[in-house]
Antibody, heavy 119, light 111 residues
Framework: EVQLVESGGGLVQPGGSLRLSCAASGFTFNNSWMHWVRQAPGKGLVWVSRINIEATSTSYADSVKGRFTISRDNAKNTLYLQMNSLRAEDTAVYYCVRNEHRENYFDYWGQGTLVTVSS | QSALTQPRSVSGSPGQSVTISCTGT?????????VSWYQQHPGKVPKLMIY???KRPSGVPARFSGSKSGNTASLTISGLQAEDEADYYC???????????FGSGTQVTVL
């Protein structure tokens, strides 16, 4: 059974930091590009960041560039998102999502973890 | 990149067909045959319904179909059923850096 289990969300003050984790199982993690997609309350889906299999290439949405860092540990089948300088507009459910290498769609999604940025 | 443009809502009676449009640019929808569609019920995780414009994953009913013309992709639900009431998001590959851009989302209501 495929599982993507996010953790690390919570309430943080503006300007603060959080580190999200996503534990993967049930599929070949080291044949998968991994992504973070977020959804603000009552709003649509927004792609945030992606990392390739070897962790040699990453990319970010303009809204988070320079503040968020995506990383992965293939030995632990785990994806991370370090979020710094958080703003109110970063408040959202963050989904850990995978796309199989050489494919261009998202087939597995985690349950999401809620990040709330508020004073 | 800006979000792809979808109608805010569409509706239909059971058994009818509805079509959701998804308009982008030549940098995303028009430039690649990599449009996917996701269904999201309230409080639930998005589910892949269509990928590579027209392909259906195993387990997705045949009443869901996709197409594309120029910079606009479409999702058609034929023979609408009550359980199809949900939000639907299109998504397009947008290049090796940005990777993906989602649509604004469409709420489908079964009358």
């Amino acid at each position: 059974e495929v599982q993507l289990v996010e953790s690390g969300g919570g309430l943080v003050q503006p300007g603060g930091s959080l580190r999200l984790s996503c534990a993967a199982s049930g599929f070949t993690f080291n044949n998968s590009w991994m992504h973070w997609v977020r959804q603000a309350p009552g709003k649509g889906l927004v792609w945030v960041s992606r990392i390739n299999i070897e962790a040699t290439s990453t990319s970010y949405a303009d809204s988070v560039k320079g503040r968020f860092t995506i990383s992965r540990d293939n030995a632990k089948n785990t994806l991370y998102l370090q979020m710094n300088s958080l703003r109110a507009e970063d408040t959202a459910v963050y989904y850990c999502v995978r796309n199989e290498h050489r494919e261009n769609y998202f087939d597995y999604w985690g349950q999401g973890t809620l990040v709330t940025v508020s004073s | 990149q800006s979000a792809l443009t979808q109608p805010r809502s569409v509706s239909g009676s059971p058994g009818q067909s509805v079509t959701i449009s998804c308009t982008g640019t030549s940098s995303n929808v028009g430039g690649y045959n990599y449009v996917s569609w996701y269904q999201q019920h309230p409080g639930k995780v998005p589910k892949l319904m269509i990928y590579d414009v027209t392909k259906r994953p195993s387990g997705v009913p045949a009443r869901f179909s996709g197409s594309k013309s120029g910079n606009t992709a479409s999702l058609t639900i034929s023979g609408l059923q009550a359980e199809d009431e949900a939000d639907y998001y299109c998504c397009s590959y947008a290049g090796s850096y940005t990777f993906a851009v989602f649509g604004s989302g469409t709420q489908v209501t079964v009358l």
